[in-house]
């Protein structure tokens, strides 16, 4: 099963694969967070059958249902850290703000460790760091950490 990334110019992008069983399945993450899952005809791998919309916290619930214990997570020494992207949406409360007003380490634990924008990375940002809407957070920590940071950059 191979993954195709299509960007999608002003929306985000789109992850196109087949599944064994020859099923086609995508997923549109927009930019804003929101991500829809759709379910193509198999013989018209134009012909979109079924479209489900869901927020960033269904998506998240979801992957953890079908993976509990993620790709990315690290194991050492007992303790389980978790590497997630978080994307600063349009209804959070930080955008246009320092990223050390997030406070983000002393909240939850969880470290921003890159802020991701469309055409450059910004890898060990500062507390000085002026995020802004569209960002994509790179985050590591216990998976209570990172949740509860998510939340915060969501809701504040």
């Excluded at 069983?21 to 899952?37: E, N």
């Excluded at 910004?122 to 216990?142: E, K, N």
């Amino acid at each position: 099963m191979g993954t195709r990334r299509t960007s999608l110019p002003g929306v985000g992008a789109r992850y196109d694969f087949i599944t064994e069983s020859g099923q086609h399945m995508s997923v549109v993450v927009h930019h804003d967070g929101r991500r829809f899952i759709g379910f193509y005809e198999q013989d018209d791998p134009d012909t979109c059958r079924l479209t489900v919309p869901l927020t960033t916290h269904e998506a998240t619930a979801l992957a953890h249902l079908i993976d509990p214990a993620p790709i990315d997570a690290v194991r050492t020494d007992g303790i389980d850290l978790v590497t997630e992207h978080i994307p600063l949406v349009a209804r959070s409360p930080y955008g246009g703000r320092v990223l050390g007003d997030t406070r983000a380490r002393t909240r939850t634990g969880a470290s921003i460790v890159a802020v991701l924008r469309t055409h450059s990375a910004h890898p060990s940002p500062g507390p000085d760091f002026r995020l802004a809407i569209g960002d994509t957070l790179v985050v590591v920590g216990t998976r209570e950490g990172v949740d509860a940071l998510s939340e915060i950059i969501a809701e504040g």
